[in-house]
């Protein structure tokens, strides 16, 4: 209990996209992570059973300083019904760069896809932030 404590001191967890089964693409909404976000974060994919007919997503997490003007940070490997990824993280390295606001970029192509989808990021809070965990999804 006290490393979880630990954990939630320390990095806050922000939903990029909610729970859905996604059938096209879908540009997310950006969230506003505040000016506590480092340059240590780490994006969380999570895909179920993937259907249609060559179905393949890509999913790109985007950074922006004025919510407008968005450039990738990072890109998970593409996925398809025989990658079965259940799960997979990737590490965010912004270049110094402190991006305010992050967004999902979920690209799906094939007949008929369908890809239940979530994404969320984990990012290191500044010390003596007092903001704490955010489950509200973009």
Sequence with gaps: ??????????????????????????????????????????AILNVGTV????????VTI??????????T??????VTASTKLGAGAVKMTTSGTNYRYVRALCTIAGTSPVFPVSVVILVRKE?????TNSTTPA
């Design 73 to 78: 940070i990072t890109t998970f490997s593409q």
């Design 127 to 131: 010390a003596g932030s007092s903001t």
């Design 51 to 58: 259907s249609g007919t060559s179905p393949t997503l890509d």
């Design 1 to 42: 209990e006290q490393n979880m404590q630990s954990l939630n001191n320390s990095y806050k967890a922000i939903s990029l996209t909610r729970p859905a089964s996604l059938s096209s693409t879908n540009t997310g909404t950006g969230v506003d992570v505040g000016l506590e976000y480092l340059d240590d974060a780490m």
């Design 62 to 71: 985007q950074g922006s300083t004025d919510d407008s003007t968005y450039t």
